[in-house]
């Protein structure tokens, strides 16, 4: 005798058998749920099939992985002092997304190692808001207080927020004065890291002889005039958090390589002490070109694409000159409530000038400029006769390329425009900046160099 077989109950059982399931669809509608995932969230029966999701249940993740298509796999989730692993997935057909599915893990694939490690990253946040009740975390600036309305700059912008995410580590380029450090404090702050440490060290600040100890920690009686009970490095210090190496440019080779053993295997070698463990994310900045410092010998290719791995470029002001009456406006006003002064603006003579200067010093030296002015005038409009030092400067580069106004001269003033136009429409790549001049890429080397072109 044939037997019936009723699929949608074998599907019911099966689903059932699962534990902890919710299934939505696109507008996070909800389409199937287990008993078990009900009796979690005390929802009574009848089920509220087709309701939204958050309706019952206000912190649930799914209706986020359906949105934008970033699948969890195997995260601890608590809920009324119990600790389960979850996975929140898409359903698919083909390519098209029909909506999402949440459920435990009935045997999970973590291993003992993946546990101790997610414990171990649990208690150093228990550690840090023990030790750091109530204090912030060492940023003092985020993303939104970058003033802009430069179509580079603003897509740099969305781009930073998107990998800010992520665990890579990020080399940040930048003149100084552009802001490098404002988008570093940003990227901690928009973490996941960002209730954890965040650790600064400027390479260049530091004495060569000092800063491996500065950098690594040392254990006691490591040398002489070591602390009793040794001292944490910043890398430790960072633990957990986020560690900003600044002017990395600046670090001697030698340390480089104990670098790269840290960037790579997570681990530090304590000075005169043991070898630790180390969760941190790693952010760096330079004024320097290190594509041409690694030519050089004066950095480490390893290095390099190791800490290479997000890249943001910060154009500097002259690229942006359409910011500077917005940066002006905004120092002004901040002064204005610093000083207590009245100053209303400038006048339109002194945004021409402000805007004819090449600004070397980036936004730093427009701040600056803008303070140095305020000295001259207590309330109304800035005006040109308040940037006497400005246009003294301009002055003495106008004169300088009169005196330099040969054949050979205006030349080279003529090809170091084309490098830095070419330059800036490549974003920075040399290769394709080459071919857009019709020159070898060895050629365009050499006139950079010549040409001191940042």
Request: proline fraction near 2%.
């Amino acid at each position: 005798m044939k037997q019936n077989i009723n699929f949608e109950d074998i599907a019911k059982e099966f689903m059932e058998s699962l534990g902890v399931v919710v299934i939505i669809d696109t507008q996070s509608r909800i389409i199937y749920m287990t008993e078990k995932y009900a009796e979690l969230y005390n929802i009574s029966k009848p089920y509220p099939i087709g309701r939204k999701l958050q309706e019952f249940v206000p912190n649930e993740g799914l209706s986020a992985v359906v949105r934008t298509g970033k699948e969890c796999v195997e995260e601890f989730f608590e809920h009324d002092g119990r600790t389960m692993v979850i996975n929140r997935l898409l359903i698919r057909r083909g390519d098209e997304v029909l909506g999402g599915v949440a459920f435990t893990s009935t045997g999970s694939r973590l291993t003992l190692k993946q546990l101790e490690s997610k414990m171990s990253f649990l208690n150093k946040q228990v550690q840090f808001y023990r030790d750091n009740y109530f204090e912030n975390t060492g940023t003092k600036y985020n993303i939104d207080q970058i003033i802009t309305q430069d179509p580079e700059l603003k897509s740099l912008i969305e781009f930073t927020k998107r990998a800010a995410r992520t665990r890579s580590a990020v080399l940040i380029h930048g003149e100084s004065g552009t802001g490098k450090e404002l988008f570093a404090h940003s990227i901690h702050n928009l973490s996941q890291r960002s209730k954890m440490p965040f650790v600064i060290l400027n390479c260049a600040a530091i004495p060569e002889n000092l800063l491996e100890s500065e950098l690594f920690g040392y254990a006691e009686g490591a040398f002489t005039g070591a602390l009793k009970g040794g001292k944490k490095g910043k890398i430790e210090q960072a633990d957990g958090g986020t560690l900003l190496l600044d002017e990395i440019n600046s670090m001697p080779l030698q340390l480089q390589a104990k670098l790269l053993r840290v960037v790579q295997e997570k681990e530090i070698q304590v000075v005169g002490g043991k070898t630790k463990e180390v969760d941190v994310r790693f952010v760096f900045t330079t004024n320097q070109d290190l594509v041409e410092m690694v030519k050089e010998g004066k950095f480490r290719e390893d290095l390099y694409y190791r800490i290479n791995v997000v890249e943001l470029r910060i154009p500097p002001l002259r690229q942006r000159k359409g910011d500077i009456p917005l940066l002006v406006n905004h120092f002004i006003e901040k002064l204005n409530e610093e000083l207590g002064s009245r100053i209303t603006g400038v006048d339109q003579k002194a945004l021409d000038l402000l805007e004819s200067y090449q600004w070397p010093g980036n936004i730093r030296e427009l701040e600056n400029m803008i303070e140095r002015a305020f000295n001259y005038s207590n309330s109304g409009e800035l005006s040109v006769e308040d940037f006497e030092r400005l246009r003294l400067k301009i002055s003495i580069a106008e004169k300088k390329l009169e005196n330099n106004f040969t054949l050979r001269g205006a030349r080279e003033e003529a090809e170091k425009l084309a490098i830095l136009r070419a330059l800036k429409q490549t974003k920075g790549n040399k290769k394709k900046a080459a071919d857009l001049l019709d020159i070898d890429r060895s050629i365009l080397y050499d006139k950079i160099k010549r040409y001191n072109v940042k």
